[in-house]
Nanobody, 128 residues
Framework: QAQLVESGGRLVQAGGSLRLSCAAS????????MGWFRQAPGKEREFVAA????????YYADSVKGRFTISRDNAKNTVYLQMNSLKPEDTAVYYC?????????????????????WGQGTQVTVSS
């Protein structure tokens, strides 16, 4: 059974840093596109970052560009989100997601419905 499990979310002070991890199991995710999304109370789920299978292609939402870095370690079946210079508006539940290879066609990795499987989420709270 393919599964994604996030970890690393906690309360952190504004300006601080945090690294989230997403551990995959049940299959190899080495050829899959991986993404991070977040959802704040009363808001819809929004795109944060995505990374291609080899790590050579990355995409970021404008709101996190220059502060967040997505990376992956295919040997460990793990994807990471390094978050620096955190702001109170970054407070949300963060979810990782995977799009299985092979893909049926061209898709948009910034859109949540494109992904095949999701983790349970991890809470990140940034205090001012």
């Amino acid at each position: 059974q393919a599964q994604l499990v996030e970890s690393g979310g906690r309360l952190v002070q504004a300006g601080g840093s945090l690294r989230l991890s997403c551990a995959a199991s049940g299959r190899s995710f080495s050829r899959d596109t991986m993404g991070w999304f977040r959802q704040a109370p009363g808001k819809e789920r929004e795109f944060v970052a995505a990374i291609g299978s080899t790590g050579s292609t990355t995409y970021y939402a404008d709101s996190v560009k220059g502060r967040f870095t997505i990376s992956r370690d295919n040997a460990k079946n793990t994807v990471y989100l390094q978050m620096n210079s955190l702001k109170p508006e970054d407070t949300a539940v963060y979810y990782c997601a995977a799009k299985f290879y092979p893909y049926p066609g061209r898709g948009d990795g910034t859109k949540a419905p494109w992904y095949d499987i999701w983790g349970q989420g991890t809470q990140v709270t940034v205090s001012s």
